[in-house]
């Protein structure tokens, strides 16, 4: 079940669609279950080709395969295609996209 479910479902049961307000869109519990989020740096093999830290999880991200793979991991889904940097799913074709696909911005300021 979805942390949008645990927080605003009854009984066990998925939120009534009434509960899908802006408020609770942005409710910050929602990003802070226990076990769903380590610090900044806690995983060091956690490494990307640039050497990046810590660029899984948030959100779906496009790699640069032909085959559509997504990379990272959205937090509804983390355990389903591997945790962590063995994320991976290849199950939506290159033109797919949704509101749980994005992309990150890295800078060396």
Do not use: I
Not at 65 to 93: I, N
């Amino acid at each position: 079940m979805s942390h949008f479910n645990k927080l605003f479902g009854k009984d066990g049961k998925a939120a009534p669609q009434s509960a899908y307000t802006y408020e609770n869109l942005n409710d910050e519990r929602r990003n802070r279950p226990a076990g769903t989020c380590a610090p900044a740096g806690k995983f060091k093999k956690c490494r990307n080709s640039f050497g990046l830290y810590d660029m899984v999880g948030n959100l779906h991200e496009w790699t640069a395969t032909r085959t559509g793979t997504f990379r990272g991991g959205y937090y509804l889904d983390v355990h389903q295609h591997g945790d962590g940097c063995d994320y991976k799913t290849t199950a939506h074709s290159p033109k797919y996209h949704d509101y749980s696909t994005g992309f990150r911005c890295c800078s060396d300021l």
